[in-house]
């Protein structure tokens, strides 16, 4: 089955730099790739996703890539601000439901 | 825009008591799916349906059953609570679209705690 394993755990990074959280998945069947943000006590949100037949998307300052070959993926987010601190989860699919990653608790720091 | 509707949004149950969730979907959203969230983890996936018909199964005890209506709302059944039950149970719905799996959406969902 499906293993999606996720780094880092924990993220700090400084108000407008950039934060970057890496997934490898182990299915190489999967096709979809969102990821999620999670604040406290709330529902994951999808913030973005890629299926397999794209290597990058972009929206505003969120960003994925995909690498196919390499089973890895990628959330990227530029200028971060106060407001992006939450637990960020990446998720592949087998079949039609998704496995997610362990999570990434990503803090902002003034 | 019309989200996933979770009833109750709280509840205390206590050991060896049975609990039912409710999930009212995305409108046209045909599929269904139940995730359970510990403190600090990842939601694992319980079970989905898809057109009323159970498409998948996870990690899901023998004690919980599911359903789905022919409204498309669920139902998570739970029977003879433990103590280890006690997690946010999320319902997350999408729109089947053939072979392509499709975006989850999630509801807000219920916060479980057993006594």
């Known amino acids: 089955g499906e293993n999606v394993e996720q780094h880092p755990s924990t993220l700090s990074v400084q108000e407008g730099d950039s934060a970057v959280i890496k997934c490898t998945y182990s299915?190489?069947?999967?096709?979809?790739f969102p990821w999620y943000k999670q604040e406290l006590g709330k529902r994951p949100q999808l913030i973005i996703d890629?299926?397999?037949?794209?290597g990058e998307k972009k929206d505003q300052r969120i960003a994925v890539t995909l690498n196919k070959t390499a089973k890895h993926f990628s959330l990227h987010i530029t200028e971060t601000q106060p407001e992006d601190s939450a637990v960020y989860f990446c998720?592949?699919?087998?079949?039609?439901?998704?496995?997610f990653g362990k999570g990434t608790r990503l803090h902002i720091l003034p | 825009a019309a989200g996933v509707i979770q009833s109750p949004r709280h509840l205390i149950k206590e050991k060896r008591e049975t609990a039912t969730l409710k999930c009212y979907p995305i409108?046209?959203?045909?599929?269904v799916y139940w995730y359970q969230q510990g403190p600090g983890q990842d939601p694992q996936f319980l079970i989905s349906?898809?057109?009323?018909?159970?498409?998948d199964k996870g990690s899901i005890p023998d004690r919980f059953s599911a359903q789905q209506f022919s409204d498309y709302h669920s139902e998570l059944n739970m029977s003879s609570l433990e103590l280890g039950d006690s997690a946010l149970y999320f319902c997350?719905?999408?729109?089947?679209?053939?072979?392509?799996?499709?975006?989850?959406?999630f509801g807000p969902g219920t916060r479980l705690t057993v006594t």
């Open positions: 997350a719905s999408s729109l089947g679209l053939d072979s392509t799996v499709g975006e989850q959406y």
């Open positions: 409108p046209r959203h045909d599929t």
């Open positions: 299915d190489s069947a999967s096709n979809y």
């Open positions: 890629i299926r397999s037949n794209v």
């Open positions: 349906f898809y057109e009323k018909m159970q498409s």
């Open positions: 998720a592949a699919n087998r079949d039609d439901k998704i496995i």
